[in-house]
């Protein structure tokens, strides 16, 4: 066989270059390169040795296939004889069971030339005799024979199945790996990097060419209390719950993403329009009010939705999160367990609220918070009888800004303890300040907020701060809205009241007449002064219908034993009304405007002052 095999080798191992190839499949190419460069004859014991002791498989077929020649190395690693598989083709014994081939196939095999070349490579799982499955590299030469069916095939196998193994470990590890980074542990749906990268890989794709990329942003609302109440194992039932049903809704498209402890983002990819988002969103909407059986306990994940659509070239992937992200905010301010569309407005109106909510924090570092002070007439004396405190803020580029403008960020954001401390600190330095300068016995009035009421430590840090300026708690008048007193079934707010009652606080209902404060409601709360709102006030002096409707309510608060004041008072009308129906007192610009503090000592110290407006002469009188 060794000048068989010389005389097929030959050809192939002829050129320098093509050996070269042929090199790198073989263990012993230095000693061949040497023997071939050493100038001399081929000689076929020699090239015997090589083929016969190298690690790589070796075997001649020919174009049909048919094993003429293994060497040993191919037989160590197939597990059969050179004379098990001698005229044999490999699809016969070698084929992996999956890759089978039927009997009639395998007997039409033959090569093709054309398409075969040599030093083509190919990868196949392959059964040893013992059954055992390994890869198989594959890499083919063709040796040419005076006619093509003299043609002869070289294939060189070489067992590569540790080499695979460890690739495919590597691969998979690197695929556990991203699945961990991109993954939320406990509901299987991608994390924050998952739904970054997936909102990326379609908008650079093909997203612009068919359709809109939806993004929803669903937050659970009151999430927090079914951990508070029945602890975390209920708490992670309920959010695989709704990753689950949110998939099965949006399945088979999309991308559903948990990006927080109770917030879920899905990305719908190709979509004709916004309806279709909107539709797709109603359905998680319904879903997610659905309850679910929790050892026999009913829990419903309810939950507010922002809806976002962009393009290919549009935006960016975060540019997309935080449209909904802010669409899922104004979801919030509307009620809770609905949803809501961004728009380029509501993200004006949002950059605008977060820039206050900024500037704000930086209002309590820099001091420009402040108070000015509206006087308060008693028309039974003819003189004042006190002020109310109202917070304004300088700011640094728009100016003086009215509560309008920053309270409802302040309640938001939970600054309101910061915004009362300013009005509770400065408006106690104002009437310490007016209390020394005269005689007259005004008092001080102050908004205080449902926040500040739940603080335990607030009743006695009220009381410190109104001893420590050598004040009394009766010359103080704390003013609450009606929502903040009209509390179903809250017991903190009343015993917050209750003790600064008891102190020696009066309490103000602010805003009367524009809730549902009545007769049963104003006879059971700690209150001590009801304030007709403006809005009842303004069309007295036009509407006999208005003028009976404060008038019942003067009457009202007389027969409790309640003081009124009468708030937004503009006119001298209105003024002389008031007096006629018994209101003892009022406030508001016939009066007086809110002033700074220097002003409303000059107030004091004239009895009226100058500084007054439409009302002065007649209040004179």
Aim: glycine share 8%; net charge negative; aromatic share 6%.
């Amino acid at each position: 066989m060794g000048e068989t095999l010389v005389s097929v080798l030959l050809p192939v191992l002829g050129g320098v270059c093509l050996f070269a190839s042929v090199l790198l499949w073989i263990r012993a190419k230095r000693v061949i390169r040497a023997y071939l460069t050493a100038g001399t004859d081929y000689d076929p014991a020699v090239l015997q040795m090589v083929v016969e002791n190298v690690h790589e498989g070796l075997i001649i077929q020919d174009v049909y296939g048919r094993i003429e020649w293994c060497n040993p190395a191919y037989s160590r690693i197939s597990g059969y004889t050179a004379e098990e598989i001698k005229g044999r083709r490999p699809q016969e014994f070698i084929l992996a069971p999956d890759g089978q081939l039927d009997p009639l196939e395998i007997s039409q095999f033959r090569y093709d030339l054309k398409t075969l070349k040599t030093g083509s490579d190919e990868l196949v799982l392959n059964r040893r005799k013992d059954g055992t499955l390994f890869w198989n590299q594959l890499t083919f030469a063709i040796v040419p024979g005076a006619r093509e069916d003299d043609s002869k095939i070289i294939v060189i196998a070489r067992d590569v199945t540790e080499q695979v193994e460890r690739e495919n470990a590597l691969l998979e590890a690197r695929h556990h790996l991203k699945r961990q980074a991109e993954e939320d542990a406990l509901t299987g749906a991608a994390n924050r990097s998952g739904l970054t990268a997936y909102l990326d890989e379609q908008l650079k794709g093909a997203v612009g060419d068919c359709g809109f990329l939806g993004v929803i942003h669903a937050d659970l609302d009151h999430f927090k209390s079914i951990n508070d109440s029945l602890g975390h194992d209920a708490g992670d039932a309920v959010l695989v719950h709704v990753a689950k049903t949110i998939s099965n809704i949006i399945r088979p498209k999309g991308l559903v993403a948990r990006i927080g402890g109770d917030e879920f983002v899905v990305v719908l990819p190709a979509l004709e329009s916004e309806d279709a988002l909107v539709e797709a969103a109603k359905r998680i909407l319904v879903g997610l009010n659905e309850a679910i059986d929790w050892k026999g306990r009913p829990l419903q994940a309810p939950a507010s939705i922002g809806l976002a659509v962009g393009r290919r070239g549009d935006a960016t992937a975060q540019d997309l999160i935080r449209r909904a992200d802010v669409a899922l905010y104004q979801a919030k301010r509307n009620g809770r367990n609905r949803l809501c569309l961004y728009t380029d407005a509501m993200g004006q109106a949002h950059d605008s609220w977060q820039e206050t909510r900024r500037d704000l924090g930086l209002a309590f570092e820099r001091d420009e918070l402040f108070v000015v002070l509206q006087p308060q007439f008693s028309l039974r004396h003819n003189a004042i009888s006190g002020f109310e405190a109202l917070i304004r803020w300088q700011h640094p580029e728009r100016g003086v800004l009215g509560p309008g403008h920053f309270l409802s960020v302040a309640e938001e954001t939970g600054q309101m303890l910061g915004i009362d401390r300013v009005a509770m600190e400065k408006g106690l330095e104002a009437l310490k300040l007016l209390r020394n300068q005269s005689n007259v016995p005004i008092k001080m009035s102050i908004n205080v907020s449902e926040a500040s009421l739940r603080d335990p430590a607030f009743p006695l840090d009220l009381l410190d701060n109104v001893l420590q300026r050598e004040l009394k708690p009766e010359w103080v008048v704390l003013e609450l809205l009606e929502n903040t007193l009209l509390k179903p079934d809250d017991v903190t707010v009343p015993e917050a009241l209750n003790e600064l009652s008891k102190t020696g606080f009066q309490i103000a209902m602010d805003d009367f007449g524009t809730g549902y404060a009545g007769l049963y409601h104003l006879s059971r709360l700690t209150v001590d002064i009801v304030k007709i709102d403006r809005s009842m006030i303004s069309e007295i002096d036009k509407s006999s219908t208005d003028q009976r409707i404060v008038k019942s309510m003067i009457d009202l608060a007389h027969n409790l034993g309640l003081q009124t004041v009468a708030e937004g008072v503009e006119t001298e009308t209105q003024i002389d009304l008031l007096k006629e129906m018994g209101c003892p007192v009022i406030q508001g610009y016939a009066y007086g405007v809110p002033m700074p503090l220097h002003e409303a000592a000059k107030l004091v110290q004239n009895g009226h002052g100058e500084e007054t407006k439409a009302g002065q002469k007649k209040l004179a009188s």
